[in-house]
């Protein structure tokens, strides 16, 4: 977890997970900074009748209940949740200790992928809310009710104090359980998850059974009912499939969860950003097209010149596969977009990006590698102060083994 304040401008400090040594030259050995530390050996997913699964009791109960940032400044939530029966009510009702209880109307959808046939997915968004306001929700209205809480985060500001849980590549294996478990008894009590991709891993089993998208939305529940977790897609959430006639990416993730992508004039679900507490937050998509001239590059271009530092002096960038990225695993998939975007994250000293996708932690100093020309042979990462830190968090515990060379 890290936390944010200004008082600290150091890079974004302490992620628990494993450390491992880091032969990247400019990259300085930090060996190992968690005691938590993940078995090497391959681990296995929990069984469907595992208790992390299991169904919520009653007629249509809502499951798989989940909540995202609704707008740019953290005023909004988006509730979401799953009935299987019959739809149901889309109304969340929700109230805090100083406000009666006030109802919000949402949608319903349902997507088929092959032979699987989708729940209704609910998504439903609170707005107006109070900042830093401990409020309660009930969905399941007019079947079986079940209520959550959540926490509003204070008004956005510098010096506004603010602690993020980090999450990657987590899946639905027994380590996934460990990560998950490890997070929730942290005595840091991270108050949002950035999940930095690759969600239930479901794209794993014969024909993308999607069934493994329901269990994974009701092993996360614990946690995500309670906190948001800021969604970033990964390349397990592509489910592309021409194989299986299914030939729509993101087709399951996309009617499953919803994020705030209009509220930062994104035009597309992959790419968009959130301002919480002191940090301003930009999600960024690798599995979409991010060269000259497309959407996610105009996009990107505009909003780096919105950040005032004096309102949020952090900033971070989330996205799938890491830019810097020692190991085999995986090595060099983000260079491409490396390319086209690090001279901006320089230009605009983004603080730190956190990535996933290889499964290992590992941190860089600030280093850049915008100076090569072709001709100049400077064609190394060199130290740079106006340059982010590189963290990945890949290890969350899918049942795709560690990265360990
Ligand atoms: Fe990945």
Redesign the pocket.
Known sequence: MAKMGTSSRVAAAIVVVLGFVLSLAVVCNGGKTSSFVRKVEKTVDMPLDSDVFKVPPGYNAPQQVHITQGDQLGKAVIVSWVTVEEPGSNTVLYWSAYSKKQKSEGKFTTYKFYNYTSGYIHHTTIRNLKFNTKYYYVVGIGHTERQFWFITPPKVGPDVPYTFGLIG?LGQSFDSNKTLTHYELNPQKGQAVLFV??LSYADNYPNHDNVRWDTWGRFTERSVAYQPWIWTA???EIDFAPELGETKPFKPYTHRYHVPYKASGSTAPFWYSIKRASAYIIVLSSYSAYGKYTPQYFWLEQELRKVNRSETPWLIVLM??PWYNSYNF?YLEGETMRVMYEPWFVKYKVDVVFA??VHAYERSERMSNVAYNIVNGICIPVKDQSAPVYITI?DGGNTEVLATK
């Open positions: 590549d991709g690759d990964g390349n397990h799938h596969a995986h996933g996708h890949g």
